[in-house]
């Protein structure tokens, strides 16, 4: 297959193209490097099954291509803020110019979608039949309702064209290449933790998260593509915990002597967040396998040598 990868220089992208390009297919990706980084594929550079465009994905593009896979967006609560109009676009102007890509090539579409689709979630596991419990006009919504537009227009190719496209609603995910200054609580403790200072911890560190090794992930996306399944599926790690044990979690690992500081929950942050991956399991066979400690051990590692 010849893969189009938009945000392939992102953390998530990054990994798919070192897995499409292991498994012998070439791999395009388009990235206008808003927030992803060119050292993300650095190692990729003489290979030549992989080409690189830096390419804006709000504005059509034309390739011959086999796949397509949307990953381009801005990802976390500092950066969607950052740039709200860059993320709305992200979500409708370029998804539907992928898809227009996609249909002119008869291509397969994925959509990376997200688990903040459902909000600040009233049902818990959140399995896919759940609508969501979103604001439509707070902060986060500049990030939330475009993933739900992405996925509202993605279904309506699937069934007024007859496009072949899959939805994977992804739950947090963590690993090497994750941005250090991205803001989110992985990457904010690990950082903290390795260089002694105290450790921040949003509300009372109570609210809940699920953490997904991005290997788990990237194979998950590959076995969703080559499925026939059309309806969002979840992947994410069910193994919940709360965010002030994950904060421990990494000061034990690192051996850190910050403390923790506390500080104020921000607007509309989910309280609790866990997939359930029936879906997942019974579709596609994927389950994930990487434990927290052995991920959280590469991903400590990659940190202290950036
Ligand atoms: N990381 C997670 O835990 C997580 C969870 C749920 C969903 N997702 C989704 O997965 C995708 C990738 O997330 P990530 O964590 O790798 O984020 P990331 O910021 O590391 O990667 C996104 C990439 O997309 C690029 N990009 C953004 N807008 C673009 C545009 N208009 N044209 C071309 N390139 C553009 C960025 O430069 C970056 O390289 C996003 O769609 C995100 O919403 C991620």
Redesign the pocket.
Known sequence: MKVLI?????????HLCDYFLGKGDEVVC????????KK?IEHLKDNQKFKFIK????EPLDLEIDAVL???????PV?YLK?PF??L??GS??THNLLDLAKKNNALFLL?????VYGDPLEHPQNESYWGNVSSTGPRSV?DEA?RYAEAVTMAYHNYHGLKTRIV??????GE???PD?G?AMPNFINQALKHQDITVYGDGSQTRSF?Y?SD?VRGIYQLLISDESMPVNLGNPNEMTLKDLAFYIKDIVGSEGKFVYQDLPEDDPKLRCPNITRAQNILDWTPVVGIEAGLKKTIDYFKYL
Request: glycine share 8%.
């Open positions: 938009a945000g392939g220089s992102g953390f998530i992208g990054s388009v990235d206008s490097l808003i927030t992803g980084s993300n390419h804006d994905i709000s949307h990953f381009a967006s801005p990802a976390s950066y740039y860059d993320t676009k992200a102007y370029a990376a979608s997200t688990s903040e990030y993933k609603r992804i739950f947090n995910t963590y290449r994750m941005m991205d989110r997904c991005v992930l």
